[in-house]
């Protein structure tokens, strides 16, 4: 066994010398199959932590004509919970809706001194649930609300949310479309550089069967050096993606709004899921490219 | 070396052998061969008679349409693929195309049939170096076979062929590129194999390496044996 | 001259019988390597045609203590105009405000009956140029803004703005990023097709050259090829583009803060340019494939 | 045909040519050889003599490191890539490892000379069926040469060499996987193309070729002529 270890290992050392163009652009795949798979998978992630943030500001406002009297709020809440479930209904008085414009004008207050709260209207704010935070049904639960007794009108900074969803949206569509190019190339790339090394090795694994080399001795080596490939390429494509993710954040690092949102890299459990997945890959994929070179 | 094959039967038995290539082409036909162990056969016949495609049904390159080959008393359709690598380990092959890694210098190209069944790089460092000196090659150890003269090249593969001192060695056609000193080496060395109990046989046309011996030979015609051949009849060999 | 044509023509399709999986896999690496840069193409036009158009409705407003005299009103403006230059300063009074306020509220005007317009502060409202809407230059400016005598406050959409610069860049950085990785994997498809074809005619550019092919009897075939490889190649990598363009427009057609920006497709030029320039580089590079074996 | 070669110098003249292959093999020492229009010469010598090397410096595929190699009068040295290709569609090479094209077919390999020189379809078509028909390989017409016996394929590339009934034909050990009478056969040929204008320069180590004729023997020993032979004395030929 030892003896034989020792043979596998001086083969993956010969191939190395002998075919290192071929070897090298087989770990420049893995590396940039890697580095592009979790490059959009890094995007993918933090898009959805940044909806997902976003959204939890999200709240409809219903105008009323006059103030729901406190007996009739559960009845309210309940006829609006039949329709969408809710984290939390909020009525809000004149009185309360006075007191937070004076904490939002702060400084200009004195602006206020001439009204009273009898100037501002009444309100119903209506937290929907996560599920719910779809532009489509968000719409149909406003109308829904603009049904509800007295109420004069009913908002969701629209417009807002509008231009953010167009935005979310579009992004999605250019990280899926991204995305399935990418996968595209990458497969095109892989089968390209199978088709390299197969060429490359051909002869070499006609002569081996034809002197007698068991599957093992023509296996092991190819095994192997799946393995280094897997792991070398899959480690080197995170490195780089962790660099480019430093340096977006430096970059992008000048709006305040951006450092509150926190960008998260990969956690380290996807991280070591990427290695592990790649070198299994590239393991197996060595060894089925020759496949057929292994009947007899 | 001789363990993997018993002794009361010949080495090779083949029994009505026949191989249509596709579409229709028949180059082996009806065929019936025996080769005892330790012997040493001529295989002749005009070009494109078969020769080439009998030594492949011996050493499994090739399935035969009809019939049966036998080696070492393994019929070789019944035989697993290990078990067939196994066997290839115990039988050496000149290829009519030599077969070589032409990346690979003289001396890599003879030790992969060692390699492959994992001796010991001493031991296969010596056998190599005694090939090279019975061919007269020592001096083009280093070198890419694919740099080799061609006849430089067919001494580098019937080295290898002879490399683990195999059971049974075909040669085909093994000196169609050399001259008559070189081919006379070639001859001792398998008459050399041959008195240490390898059984060869070879492919040839070359009429001056049979001529003044009486070793048996077996003349293939499209396909077929002539009249004057002799292939179940078993010489007694000195064993 | 017709009988040479003929003999090239021949050989055209005798490769593409030989080789067709060689041959179909440069095809694919021509489209998709098209189809991967046009995309990104009509992207980044998109993002810099709506950016234009978003910014057409920025201004910053000052607000002020007291209206503004007429009579100063021209020297405040070459004030402004000193520090940046603006295609438009407006000045609002409060009437005019006032008025401005009753329009946008419309339906709930009668909240308004109560005020008058001495409850709206006058201001000043700048236009900048093009060459000043960028988000760092804007605060500038509004920190300067405030500085003038009688500033109360100074208005951008501050939040708006900066939620759209951060998408604006978040997409400007994807985008260039994923189009960096895309000319990487590109480059390597089209390198990787380069040597399996190269691979695959080797031995045949050999033995043409030791039978005394001339340069042209081995080129021209190659050169055909090229051009039918660009053309085709780059005309499918257009057509699909326009298909997923069509695609996305539908998809996203529910917006109509989206069907107001108007996307638009490769104008007609730069699809013909981009059909050129590949069946150039096809051509050229298919020549340049086997320039190592013109040598003798 | 010869309308390349002037007729009153040697068609192939070397003078103290060199080939010294990396790092310091030396293949062909300052070696002189002059070959008449019309001559049939054989190039004799053992394997690794340097044989194949003086007919690659011949045809330009190697070039010498010391001396000039001059064909049909021009030196190789000083002409350029084009009119080398020019060369070439003069000069039919029986390559010693065949160069053909095993996914093609018997004629399309013998065709190919006459496609790079743009003959008419016709014209190929029947030199192709003359020669496989001298060769007895009409059965084997459209049949893939990968899939031909070695000795099949050989006589496919000494129809290719011969297809352009070119100027010079250089044939490097070209009955090595030939029977006697296939060898026979080629022998015939290159007779027949002899006595057509034809100069042939024949490396072989096949002494039943030249055993029975007077053509002109040299040999080479070490890259060196030996001493019994005669290579810048032009015998008379009859042209
Ligand atoms: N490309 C090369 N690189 C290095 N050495 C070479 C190369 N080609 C030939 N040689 C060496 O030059 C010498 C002459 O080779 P050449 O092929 O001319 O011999 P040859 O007479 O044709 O022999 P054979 O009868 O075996 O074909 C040999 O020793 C050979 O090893
Ligand atoms: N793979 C193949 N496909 C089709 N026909 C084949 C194949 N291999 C050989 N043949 C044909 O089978 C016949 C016998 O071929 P084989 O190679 O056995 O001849 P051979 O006796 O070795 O001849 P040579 O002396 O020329 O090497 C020939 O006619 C050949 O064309
Ligand atoms: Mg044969
Ligand atoms: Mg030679």
């Known amino acids: ?296 | 070396m001789l363990k993997l094959f018993p002794d009361d039967r010949p080495l090779v038995d083949i029994v009505k052998a026949t191989k249509v290539y596709p579409p229709d082409i028949v180059a082996v036909q009806n065929i019936s061969l025996a080769v005892a162990k330790g012997e040493l056969l001529f295989l002749t016949g005009m070009s494109g008679a078969g020769k080439t495609t009998l030594l492949k049904l011996i050493c499994a390159i090739e399935q035969p349409t009809k019939g049966v080959i036998e080696v070492g008393g393994r019929d070789l359709a019944k035989t697993g693929s290990a078990e067939i690598q196994q066997l290839r380990q115990e039988i050496g092959v000149v290829y009519q195309d030599f077969k070589l890694l032409p990346k690979l210098n003289a001396a890599q190209n003879i030790a992969m049939p060692m390699e492959v069944a994992y001796r010991d790089q001493r031991e296969i460092n010596s056998r190599v170096d005694e090939l090279l000196a019975i061919l007269k090659m020592t001096h083009k150890r280093e070198i890419q076979t694919g740099k080799l003269s061609r006849g430089e090249q067919q001494r580098v593969a019937i080295a290898r062929a002879a490399a683990n001192s195999p059971a049974l060695l075909l040669a085909d056609e093994p000196t169609g590129n050399l001259d008559q000193d070189s081919a006379n080496l070639v001859m001792d060395l398998f008459e050399q194999l041959n008195r240490e109990g390898t059984t060869l046989i070879i492919a040839s046309h070359d009429e001056s390496l049979y001529r003044n011996s009486d070793y048996r030979r077996v003349q293939l015609e499209h396909g077929l044996f002539t009249n004057h051949s002799s292939p179940r009849q078993l010489p007694l060999i000195n064993q």
């Open chain 1, 1 to 296: 066994m030892g003896l034989k270890s020792y043979f596998h290992l001086k083969q993956v050392g010969h191939n190395f010398r002998q075919n290192w163009p071929t070897q090298l652009m087989s770990l420049l795949t893995v590396t940039l199959s890697v580095l592009i798979f979790s490059f959009f998978l890094l995007i993918y992630l933090n898009v959805v932590n940044i909806g997902a943030r976003l959204g939890d500001e999200l709240r409809l406002v219903v105008y009323l004509d006059n103030e729901v009297e406190p007996a009739l709020q559960p009845l309210i809440s309940s006829k609006i919970s039949t329709y969408a479930k809710a984290d939390k209904i909020l009525f809000v008085s004149r009185a309360e809706a006075f007191i937070r414009l004076q904490k939002q004008l702060e400084k200009e207050k004195d602006l206020l001194t001439d009204l009273g709260p009898e100037f501002l209207p009444p309100s119903i704010e209506v937290y929907p649930e996560k599920s719910f935070r779809n532009f489509t049904r968000l719409k149909e639960f406003s109308d829904f609300l603009a049904t509800l007794p007295g109420a004069q009108k009913v908002q969701y900074g629209q417009e807002w949310l509008e231009r953010f969803g167009y935005f979310t949206e579009l992004l999605r569509v250019i990280v899926v479309l991204s995305g399935a190019l990418l996968v595209l190339a990458t497969g095109f790339m892989v089968s390209c550089t199978i088709r390299l090394t197969v060429v490359a090795k051909e002869s070499e694994l006609e002569i081996l069967r034809l002197v007698g080399a068991s599957n093992r001795y023509i296996q092991a080596p190819l095994f192997f050096e799946g393995i280094l490939q897997g792991v070398l390429g899959s480690s080197l494509g995170l490195t780089l993606l962790y660099a480019i993710f430093i340096w977006t954040r430096t970059h992008l690092g000048g709006s305040t709004f951006l450092n509150q949102l926190e960008y998260t890299f990969l956690p380290f459990s996807v991280t070591a899921m990427i290695i592990g997945g790649t070198t299994l890959l590239c393991a197996w994929g060595s060894l089925l490219s020759i496949r057929k070179h292994m009947r007899i």
